[in-house]
């Protein structure tokens, strides 16, 4: 983003934006682009990355998802809730599929991916009633399911809380 828009969204003087900006990038937290734009910097991945070899969940899964892949011939994905979100923080090549396009850190729309599918399958119907009116369901494929009561139905919760 530039100074303009990060002053517009924090409704911040462009003088007070420029000195966060200025500090964060002598930090190394960000970078000036091309176009006078500024874009995470390589230590954001740096803690991103730490935060995510530390993560208990990532060390515990680690084992089952190699069985899982070895005894299926498929890629194992983990994947936690980001707010409507599913963010992969794990992954299992397989040797034998083919390219799937996914990546560590990598948010997908809970909608539009079998990860994110199966986090919506554990949600209250009042949780789910909150991602139907939280979520514009913009399809990534032509598989996408682009309807909440579809949506509703493939998981099988009630479909009146999609009205």
């Known amino acids: 983003m530039s100074i303009v828009e990060f002053s517009e969204k924090l409704e911040l003087p462009k003088s007070t934006v420029y000195r966060f900006l200025m500090y964060l990038k002598k930090r190394g937290y960000i970078e000036k682009t091309a176009n006078n734009k500024y874009e995470l910097?390589?230590?954001c991945?740096?803690?991103?990355?730490?935060v995510m070899q530390g993560m208990e969940i990532t060390l515990k899964a680690k084992d089952v998802m190699n069985e899982l892949t070895q005894s299926t011939g498929f890629t194992a994905h983990?994947?936690?809730?980001?707010?409507?979100y599913a963010l992969y923080i794990e992954k299992v090549e397989s040797s034998k599929t083919s390219?799937?396009?996914?990546?560590?850190?990598?948010?997908?729309?809970m909608?539009?991916?079998?990860?994110?599918?199966?986090?919506?399958s554990a949600f209250s119907e009042e949780e789910f009633y909150d991602y139907c009116r939280q979520t514009t369901f913009t399809p990534l494929t032509i598989h996408t399911i682009t309807e909440p009561q579809k949506l509703s139905d493939y998981?099988?919760?009630?479909p009146r809380i999609c009205h």
Do not use: F, W
Request: charged share 15%; glycine share 12%; net charge positive.
């Open 155 to 158: 998981l099988e919760i009630s």
């Open 111 to 120: 909608h539009c991916t079998a990860v994110g599918l199966v986090l919506l």
């Open 41 to 43: 910097g390589i230590k």
């Open 45 to 50: 991945l740096y803690l991103g990355l730490n």
């Open 99 to 109: 390219i799937v396009h996914s990546r560590i850190g990598k948010r997908t729309p």
């Open 78 to 84: 983990l994947a936690i809730q980001d707010g409507n």
